[in-house]
Every structure is written in C-alpha cells, then in structure tokens.
DNA sequence: GCCGGGGTTAAACGGATGTTTCAATCGCCT
DNA sequence: AGGCGATTGAAACATCCGTTTAACCCCGGC
C-alpha cells in the first residue's frame, strides 16, 4: 500500500500515474468490458507501463472495482435528487425527481462513467454492490418515498411497480439508444432533445396516476 | 459449404454436431459474452472437438452470429404479437401488444436465447442487425401503427416517446432484474407474477393515454 | 558522498486462447 | 469390397494476456 489521496477529477494527463490508470481503465472497460480491455491497452493509454497496475492495484480485477467506483463518484450519487422542495407536494417532488433522473440519464456529466456503471448494473459483478448501495439504493428509496406519499392506498408490490414503471421509462434512453437509433434513424432519436424527453416522461407519470390530463388531450399552456 | 439444413429447435444432445455447438454457443455467449467464453469450453460442452468450430463456422465470431441469429429465431418473431385482434379498437390492440411484450420480456421461451439477444442489444457488434431488422423492428413499427390509430394528433417524435415509455416499462423487468433484487430483495421481486407485471402495464401505459381511471384510483371490476 | 527506498522500466514467464494441420475414421455409393 | 468425401481426433502453432522479476533511475536524509 502505497499511498491514500482525496481522488480528484478525471486525470488530466498530467496527473498521478494512478489516477491516470484509472481514468484510461474507465475508458477501456466502458468500452470493451472486462475481459474486452487489456491492462497493457490500459497502460498504453495512460503513458504508464505494464507493471504499474500491478504495482498499485495488485491486479486487473481490483483495478476494475477502482474505475467502477470511481465512475459512481463521477456520475454522482442518487440520493440528492430531490433537492428542491423540502417540504413541497408530493406531486412536485416526483416531477423533480423525473427531471432530474431523466437528465442524468440523457445527458450525463461523464459519459464513460456512466458507460461503465451501466455495464456493472447489466451484468452484476463484484464491483456492483458499491454501485448499488450508493448510487441506485438510495434513489430508489426516495422514488418509492414520494410515491408512497402520492399513492397511501397502494398496496407494496404495486407500489413497486410503479416505481419500475418511473425507471423504467428513465433507463430506456440509456440503455436502449444505439438499438433505438438502429430502429428508426440517428436523426429522429437524436431530435429528441433532453427537455422534451423529461416533459414527457414527467407527463405522462403524473397522467397515468392522475396528477395532470392524459397524453392525448391538448397540452395546458401552464400547468404549474 | 457443406450443409443446408431447415435448422431444428434447440439441439437435444444427439442431433448434429453443428447444432450442438451452435447450442452450446449460446448458452456460453449470454452467459459470459463473446470475449469471455472460450471455443474450447463450447467445443466441450458441446461434446466436439476443438477443430470442430472453424470446421463448421471458419472463426469463432461467426459462430457468435449464428449463435445470436438462431437465439432470435428461438425467442420468437415480434411483428406476430398483436394477432389476436385483427380489425380491434386500438386500445384492444395496444393491450394484446403489451401483454404479448410482457409476458415475453418476464418469462422468455428460451431464457438463455434472451438472454443472448439482449447482450448483444446493450453492445451493439456485427450480429445486432440481424436481430434488429428481424425480431426489434416490426414490433416497434407495430407499435407504433397501433399508437398512430389510438392518438392520431400527437406529432412524430411525440408518438416516439410514447412508444418509447411502453417499451421501457416492458424491457424494465429484463433489463434491470438483477440490480432490482440487489435493492429491494430476491423475494419482493420475485413476488411480481407476470400476471401483476402485464396488468400494471397495461393500465399505467393506458391511464397516461386516458384510455382507463388513473392508478391511484380504485380498481375498476370489470372494465370490458 | 553515499545510501536507501519509492517509483519506473524492459524483459521474460507461464498459461490460455483462437486457429491450423494432418492423419484417422465414419458413412455411403458404385 | 473399395473408394471417396464428409467428419472427427489429437496435437501443435502462433499469439496474446496477466503477472512477475530484477535491474534501473531519481532524490532526500544520515
């Protein structure tokens, strides 16, 4: 063991050999997977040689879990989502909850980080319970929160699936964009911009549970 | 070339030796993706030799192909989904498609052939095409049409996200299984029969359409 | 001045992987 | 029976991967 820093940003190149390593580990795992990325491709990438991750991480695997937990540093946590109101209407809270899951998920600070997190959540490996416990866990424990306050008649399981129901709409431009823009074009995927998806998906949420008029009816000038 | 046969179910230990492997393949593939599983492992499960695999496929990527080719074969075309109602109202439509979509996505046929589809779904490679053209599109392009009768004001990229939200609820229970047990637990998901999942669908998608009573309200007896 | 240790490097090692070779075997047809 | 193409078998091949080794460099402290 060799050292303990605070872990900054991404390695701008210039950095600790170690932060570099993790930052280009980042890159290739997102890319390639696990088994797909070399540790001497790593290496190249980061300027560094072939023992260094040996040297620092004592092996593949353990620098993995590294850029994996690295990457829900950078992505950052779930559970300041709901933010803005503190004690607002239940109906409030779910709109920004939407607004901002659905931002993250379109738009996200670090592409590569989340690249990664979403390969980690896809196939659960030993990296995946950090991701979980940090970064979905208490999302998910806040979504089911306001709903419980928006739906008290619900019993659990149903309540869960509405929850599914929220992420699922969420996730879907994020885990299903290169299959959706195989479907029906690059251009008319990428016309849908992040405010149009996240009005969306936050109108038809509070449509299907009765908090703002169905999809179909014409749109209220202001709502709010 | 040496062969063109009409391509049996999923290969019962005595039929050919491509067909094993081509089985084994698949088994293999969703379950430790093309880097991670080894020809000589398939070749063993498969009962072949090694040789057997360049005999009959040439390299190991073509294997893959074929592999995922007959994996979507398996999980059964999508554009026959909404056959039960042939000149049905939309929303009857619409219910008989996400059930269909449902029911597939919840408990597959063939869990290892969806499995396989939708590995090589999150990372597209030279085999999603195929599966994309085939099995993906005429299910989107079904739904759709079915979306396009239901809500004939709503613009084009308008009607994509709500296609895309239905889709995404339905991929949900696929997609995300793994870390849904991580966080609420193995049993409380579990306890979502695909009867519960298909009818919360359903009614969430058509609520959001207008077309049934919000889910906070009580449950309608029988609606038909 | 030199010694020592953290950081770095090139080279090599053992093993695994995809692929190839070539002889042996099987099944069928004349 | 004999021949012949299709299939199978075991071994070898070349390459690549993760990991290790041992020497090297640099720099601050006794």
Request: hydrophobic share 50%; net charge positive.
């Amino acid at each position: 063991m060799a050292r303990a820093k605070p872990e900054s940003a991404a390695a701008p190149a210039d950095a600790d050999a170690r932060d570099r390593l993790v930052a280009a580990a980042q890159e290739a795992f997102a890319e390639h997977g696990f088994k797909g990325a070399t540790v001497r491709a790593i290496c190249a990438a980061a300027g560094a040689n072939v023992a260094a991750v040996n040297y620092y991480f004592g092996d593949k695997e353990a620098l993995y879990v590294e850029a994996v937990k690295a990457a829900h540093l950078c992505a950052g946590r779930m559970d300041t989502v709901p933010v803005p109101p503190a004690g607002a209407p239940p109906v409030e809270k779910l709109r920004a909850f939407i607004r901002e899951m659905v931002s993250r998920m379109h738009a996200p600070a670090s592409p590569t980080a989340m690249k990664l997190m979403m390969r980690e959540m896809a196939h659960p490996g030993r990296a995946a319970h950090v991701v979980v416990t940090e970064f979905i866990q208490p999302a998910a424990f806040a979504l089911r929160g306001i709903l419980r306050e928006l739906l008290p008649a619900l019993s659990e399981p149903e309540l869960l699936m509405v929850g599914f129901s929220v992420m699922g709409q969420c996730l879907f431009y994020r885990q299903n964009r290169p299959v959706s823009e195989l479907i029906f074009g690059k251009a008319e995927v990428d016309a849908l911009t992040v405010e149009m998806v996240t009005d969306h998906v936050v109108r038809f949420t509070l449509a299907a549970l009765g908090h703002a008029p169905p999809i179909g009816a014409k749109k209220p000038g202001g709502k709010r």
